[in-house]
């Protein structure tokens, strides 16, 4: 058997076993995992160019390698408080086959979540926080809520939110907080 094959078996019988990989990122002072198969990159974020009248959590768009995506801010998606406007990374990520670019504060380092740590959601978590976390899992941080991107994205759900500005509705003068 060859080094590489013997160095793939513990993830492959880890991931047979319900386990999965994902991105620690931060956005409005808490910490969520992207799966990391769902990730197509990560990078600074340069500049966004805004797009006005569009929606109040999507800050602009963005370029990446020649494409233009859609930059959507976490924290402000979440409704989460100390919401930045801007964030520093975006994660690239494909959902329903459209680009976004999810707007975060910082990338930490990709972690095996095991099913043995899956816990429930925590009683305090609800509205659009329990709606866009699929899985939680408890780590040495604390608990790691898991992104469900395709709920996270899904603009026909999330305009049915709460009128707390979270909704993907167009800002009040057309332009960006």
Do not use: W
Request: hydrophobic share 45%.
């Amino acid at each position: 058997m060859s080094q590489s094959a013997v160095l793939r078996q513990p993830l492959e019988r880890a991931m047979s076993e319900g386990a999965r990989n994902c991105f620690i990122v931060n956005a409005g002072g808490c910490m969520f995992g992207v799966p990391v198969d769902a990730v197509q990159a990560i990078f600074r974020i340069q500049s966004i160019t805004p797009a006005p009248l569009g929606p109040r959590v999507v800050l602009g768009l963005v370029n990446l390698r020649g494409k233009i995506v859609v930059a959507v801010s976490l924290a402000q998606r979440l409704g989460l408080d100390g919401a930045h406007e801007r964030g520093s990374f975006g994660v690239a990520i494909d959902s329903a086959g459209e680009s976004y670019a999810l707007v975060v504060d910082s990338v930490g380092d990709a972690v095996l979540c095991e099913a043995e740590n899956r816990v429930q959601r925590p009683p305090h978590i609800a509205g659009e926080r329990a709606a866009a976390t699929s899985e939680y899992y408890r780590l040495e941080k604390g608990i790691l809520p898991v992104l469900n991107l395709d709920a996270l994205f899904d603009i026909r759900a999330a305009r049915k939110g709460p009128a707390d500005n979270t909704t993907l509705e167009p800002s009040e003068k057309g332009a960006h907080p």
